[in-house]
């Protein structure tokens, strides 16, 4: 997952797992051509998604900083230009 910052003050989340299974598919493909294995045909590739999971509109202008926990799992900081800070679950 990963978090964005929008210039109208929205935070969006992404599930970019699709992604990261593609470039591990092209990258185990290659290894395989060169060892003669299947092993990259065989993983399964999540569905690619373009648009956000999650739009936080809380903020009520563009931020600076944003940050994921690193004692609670899935919690998100983010601050603005107006000097707000929002915790997120």
């Not at 797992?17 to 590739?45: C, F, P, Q, W, Y």
């Amino acid at each position: 997952v990963v978090g964005v910052w929008g210039e109208n003050g929205e935070v969006s989340l992404y599930d970019i797992g699709g992604a990261i299974d593609m470039l591990d598919r092209s990258s185990l493909s290659s290894n395989a051509r060169k060892n003669d294995g299947n092993l990259a045909m065989n993983k399964e590739v999540r569905k690619m998604r373009k648009d956000p999971f999650f739009v936080y509109s809380g903020h009520s202008t563009e931020g600076y900083a944003i940050d994921w926990s690193r004692v609670t799992p899935g919690r998100l900081a983010t601050a603005d230009c107006d000097g707000n800070i929002h915790i997120w679950n």
